[in-house]
Each structure stands twice: as C-alpha cells, then as structure tokens.
C-alpha cells in the first residue's frame, strides 16, 4: 500500500512538472482531452484496485 502511494505522488509531481514546463515555453501547446482522460482513468483504476485489494481477505 505505501508503495501504491509512493507512486501516485511521484505521478503528480511528475504531472505538474510536465504542467509547468509546458507553461514556460515560448508556445503553450494544452494537451489533449484524451490523454487527461487517460490519465485520469488510469489513476483512478490504480487507486480503486488498491482499495479493492485491501479489503479481499487473505488466501489461506
């Protein structure tokens, strides 16, 4: 589970990293929705599984 959080922190220091970079250049490019929406699934997919996980009980 701290790995799981490890992770997603890393994902949105990376995400505004990206975010801010894409600011300071000279022309602005807005990604695209489809890849917000990727994104955006792909987090909650990996949140889910992880709470979906921790309540399954142990294999005997």
Sequence with gaps: MRSIKTVLTSAVVLLSTTVSAMAQSSRAEV??????????????????????????????
């Design 31 to 60: 990604p695209e929705p489809d890849t917000i929406a990727l994104i955006s699934l792909a987090m909650a997919g990996i949140i889910l599984g992880c709470r979906w996980a921790a309540k399954r009980p142990p294999k005997d």
